[in-house]
């Protein structure tokens, strides 16, 4: 290959990987927009009252609201992830999916309320003096299994990695 198509085909990569980034930070930042329209902001961590500049919840059709932030935060993670790799496969994109679906999908089993309790209780007590980590067992004990999160998991996952083949081919030199 020569110097000239090399640095070609490591620009059409580049502007790849922007693209999964800027889709990526979108997806988070509408995550974001959704949570503080819709969650009260003592059920979420990290929100101050600001949902009270919205006058009513944001309705999504067929009822898939409560689990658009599922969707949204694999789908973002694993666009960013895979751009976080310099040079990724298919193959490489599919594992980070997965690996993404299935971190979000544990996340979710242990808000069951059969698992949440053990959770909890197994949580080392330094966890009490970190920040972010001392909401963890609330986190699990408050929160709700919803099996339609586990599908919209699953699908932002499938979504992230279709989303990064496309930008791959389309980033790709003729």
């Known amino acids: ?49 600001a949902s009270r500049f919205f006058g009513r919840p944001v309705q999504l059709p067929g009822g898939i609201g409560g689990s658009f932030p599922s969707f949204l935060h694999v789908f973002a993670f694993t666009l960013l992830t895979t751009a976080a790799l ?30 949440a309790p053990l959770i909890a209780a197994a949580l080392p007590e330094w966890f009490a003096g970190v920040p972010l980590l001392e909401n963890a067992g609330s986190y699990f004990l408050r929160g709700t299994f919803d099996p339609i999160d586990l599908a919209a998991t699953m699908v932002g996952a499938a979504v992230a990695f279709l989303a990064v083949a496309w930008s791959d081919r389309k980033g790709r030199a003729p």
């Open 86 to 115: 310099s040079r990724h496969t298919v193959r490489a994109s599919a594992a980070v999916a997965a690996a993404w679906c299935a971190t979000d999908a544990l996340f979710e089993f242990g808000q069951h309320p059969a698992v």
């Open 1 to 49: 290959m020569r110097d000239g198509e090399y640095k070609k085909r490591r620009v059409m990569g580049t502007r790849a990987t922007v693209l999964q980034v800027f889709a990526a930070v979108a997806a988070l930042a509408l995550g974001a927009a959704f949570y503080v329209a819709n969650r009260p902001a003592a059920h979420s961590y990290l929100l101050t009252s």
